[in-house]
């Protein structure tokens, strides 16, 4: 109590830092309306990919051309994520969310009358990606706020919508393309991705003290101007230039205090591996339809494939966040996320080697479930990184990180394709990133292993030296200091 006594009640609009999450009651139900903004955000954006072989036949454009609609949405969405954050913390992430559902709403919906591949980038794209970016960062945030111990496995049951999802709405994205085309397939996603504003509504900030109240250490409330030690009361209208120096000062300070988290080590190797991880994680998702089709895999296999992969995507969310939420594993979640993203690497390096729908349907399996197992860790490992305090502004620069990987990532992939005349070169480049993006941590780690040896090695040297020096005494003869070892009687 008394830390949240002593504690500086900020201005704005935002909700007061608590010292103790709630851990749960009305926790849970922004845990549900994450989970519906997962769907809304990252399912949708999966099921892009089911529009892929659509747009390259009616706009008759290659592989790499048509593949740059998915890399925009998902490098708008990573790169304005930090603009998300500010927002959400400026505002509020009840009124940030509900305005990404409107832009990604509306970019939706007017890709359904798009023209051109160019109009797709500009709407789909840029718009929409805009949109889930205000959404997706201030969501998975505000759940942060609410859980500390639970942290865990809160996470892994609000971003297994993503693959709850996928399930859904994969075959769901084929039958309405079927049946309306394309272009009535991305109105009806329009109309579904509006859910972000009812989530959006359902963020409730934590309860915030008065702001004109200020509680002493000895409990007592004072209100109004506060009185030095003289009774005198405190000028509460500074001079204009005085004042202009303190908000310049005050928001020099905020900002430094709000991204002071970036000089921490642990945090710049954590922010190398999610480079890495993100030149790898979008190239399966966006090429696992068309390899299958090409490999004369059918379409509604090719759908049922996605549901398969989100369906792992849920138990690899909440099997690993609830997991990792044990004592004796609390202190391994780093562990846990390194084996998740090296499966990764596994499973795209044997893809290529997987050319029926029989065999496909074990990399969906186990590529889906460490997938979900990642996506939930990310969070919980950056919190425990930059504690629960810089969470938002720490995802915000994490999802900032994806961006350009996410952009040239399936692009380059798919120049590949349109080289080689296969998928090959593609997914083993996308398994080599998941390996260096595991090698970084475990070289991270070890040379932190040797530091600490040597300094431990160093300290028992001193240790020694120092005991030895105890053992000799000085004897001063004649202005001659001589020193002569102690011996035993």
């Not at 922004?30 to 999966?46: D, E």
């Not at 186990?366 to 305090?389: C, E, H, R």
Request: one cysteine or more; glycine letters at 8%; aromatic letters at 12%.
């Amino acid at each position: 109590m008394a830390a949240v006594r002593q504690e500086r009640l900020r201005g704005g609009r935002g909700a007061s830092r608590v010292a103790n999450p709630p851990e749960g009651g009305w926790g849970w139900m922004v845990v549900a309306s994450c989970f519906l903004a997962t769907i809304c955000i990252r399912a949708v954006t999966r099921c892009i990919s089911m529009f892929f072989v659509e747009f390259q036949m009616y706009f008759e454009r290659d592989y790499s051309t048509t593949a740059w609609i998915h890399s925009m949405i998902d490098c708008t969405t990573m790169l304005c994520a930090p603009l998300g954050s500010f927002l959400g913390n400026r505002l509020s992430c009840r009124v940030t969310v509900f305005l990404g559902g409107l832009l990604s709403s509306a970019g939706l919906v007017l890709s359904s009358f798009a023209s051109s591949l160019e109009f797709l980038y500009a709407s789909l794209g840029i718009l929409t990606g805009l949109g889930y970016a205000l959404s997706y960062t201030t969501a998975i945030a505000m759940v942060g706020k609410y859980f500390n111990e639970r942290k865990a496995l809160a996470y892994g049951i609000a971003l297994s919508g993503s693959g709850i999802g996928t399930f859904v709405l994969a075959p769901a994205v084929q039958l309405l393309i079927e049946h309306y085309s394309w272009r009535g397939a991305l109105l009806v996603l329009g109309g579904f991705v509006s859910n972000l504003c009812v989530c959006g509504a359902v963020m409730r900030p934590l309860e915030q003290k008065p702001a004109e109240s200020q509680i002493q250490p000895d409990g007592n409330k004072q209100r109004g101007p506060q009185r030095n030690d003289f009774n005198e009361a405190t000028p509460t209208e500074p001079l204009a230039s005085s004042q202009l120096l303190s908000r310049g000062q005050s928001f020099f300070f905020k900002v430094k205090e709000e991204f002071g988290f970036l000089w921490i080590p642990r945090f710049l190797v954590l922010s190398v591996s999610f480079v890495f991880l993100a030149f790898g994680c979008s190239v399966p998702v966006v090429y696992l339809v068309p390899y299958a089709l090409s490999v004369g895999v059918e379409h509604q296999h090719t759908a049922f494939l996605m549901s398969i992969f989100g369906v792992s995507g849920i138990v690899g969310n909440i099997t690993f966040g609830w997991i990792t939420d044990r004592t004796c594993l609390k202190r391994h979640r780093l562990l846990s996320y390194l084996v998740a993203i090296s499966m990764e690497g596994l499973c795209c390096v044997f893809l290529p080697l997987l050319r029926s729908f029989p065999l496909l349907v074990p990399f969906s399996i186990l590529y889906g479930y460490f997938d979900g197992a990642y996506v939930a860790l990310i969070p919980v490992v950056t919190s425990d990184t930059v504690g629960s305090t810089h969470l938002a502004s720490a995802l915000g620069v994490v999802y900032f990180l994806h961006a350009i990987p996410y952009l040239v990532s399936p692009p380059i992939g798919g120049w590949f394709v349109d080289q080689t005349g296969n998928y090959a070169l593609t997914f083993f480049i996308s398994g080599a990133s998941f390996f260096l993006s595991s090698l970084v941590l475990v070289a991270a780690s070890l040379t932190t292993c040797l530091m600490a040896l040597c300094k431990r090695t160093l300290g028992q040297g001193k240790r020694s030296r120092e005991a030895n020096r105890s053992k000799i005494v000085p004897v001063f003869s004649q202005n001659e200091t001589h020193t002569v070892p102690l011996r035993k009687r």
